[in-house]
């Protein structure tokens, strides 16, 4: 095997993180300990906002944000949507869950109906309140302050792909009273979500929810596997500036082969 000049140092590193991955699943499978995953309070906060519902006898609310299908933020949401519905299934709480795009519209449905399933209580199953709304991003903005206003969710959670709307959704969750944990990776609305928001997910934690909530070994090992990545991806930018600085190419010829 002949590889190109400049692609032999990403290789072995691919290796190394390949045989990484597969050693943390392993053990994870194997209930073997792994480094644990740093708390997330917004996540940790959803079963408390369930509660909250339970007691007050008021619905959630849930937003997967207005991207398709083909955004990963999306796709994150729909996860964490699954974990809140079968949470509303178990203690008897009304979800209510609003979409924009047609195409996530079934996919949400599905996994609500799917979790009420998984709890023993498909009856209690209801389909009116998986909602599309609008396509028009201002349209579905103006249909989901209305629901806040009519039906006063006590928990307001808005995780995925937001634009415009984000702060025009918090604010009139404020105005409802309901707790409020929201999350994005969209740069441009994380500030709306941490200043209007009882808890607020930021970038990538939104993408690790689904191995937070569920503890499933394959997910939290590639996970843990990740993050020791992105450190090392880190402590070589450090050192390769350091280097650099000195005039020292130790490590800029070796990543050249």
């Not at 009273?177 to 607020?200: E, K, L, M, R, W």
Request: glycine fraction near 8%; aromatic fraction near 10%.
């Amino acid at each position: 095997m002949h590889l190109a000049k400049g692609n032999v140092f990403s290789f072995w590193l691919g290796v190394l993180f390949a045989i990484v991955l597969f050693v943390l699943i392993s053990r994870a499978r194997k209930g073997m300990k792994i480094p644990p995953l740093y708390k997330v309070p917004g996540l940790d906060a959803l079963d408390e906002a369930i509660g909250r519902c339970t007691e007050m006898g008021r619905p959630v609310h849930f937003s997967p944000g207005i991207g398709s299908v083909d955004n990963a933020q999306t796709l994150a949401a729909l996860s964490i949507l699954g974990y809140v519905a079968r949470q509303c299934a178990k203690y008897d709480t009304d979800l209510i869950a609003t979409n924009r795009i047609t195409v996530v519209y079934p996919i949400a449905e599905e996994i609500v109906k799917q979790a009420y399933i998984e709890e023993g209580k498909p009856d209690a199953f209801k389909p009116e309140n998986v909602r599309f709304i609008s396509e028009d991003q201002f349209a579905y903005a103006s249909g989901v302050t209305g629901i806040m206003y009519r039906e006063k969710p006590a928990a307001n959670i808005l995780i995925g792909a937001f634009w415009a709307e984000s702060l025009i959704f918090a604010e009139v969750g404020a105005t409802a009273g309901a707790i409020q944990i929201s999350g994005t990776a969209n740069t441009h609305q994380i500030p709306f979500f941490v200043a209007a928001c009882d808890y607020a997910l930021i970038g990538e934690e939104i993408f690790a929810a689904s191995a937070y909530l569920t503890k499933d070994p394959v997910l939290m090992g590639s996970l843990v596997a990740q993050d020791w990545g992105k450190m090392l991806a880190a402590v070589l930018i450090i050192i390769g500036a350091v280097l650099q600085t000195f005039k020292i190419t130790a490590l800029k010829d070796l990543m050249g082969k």
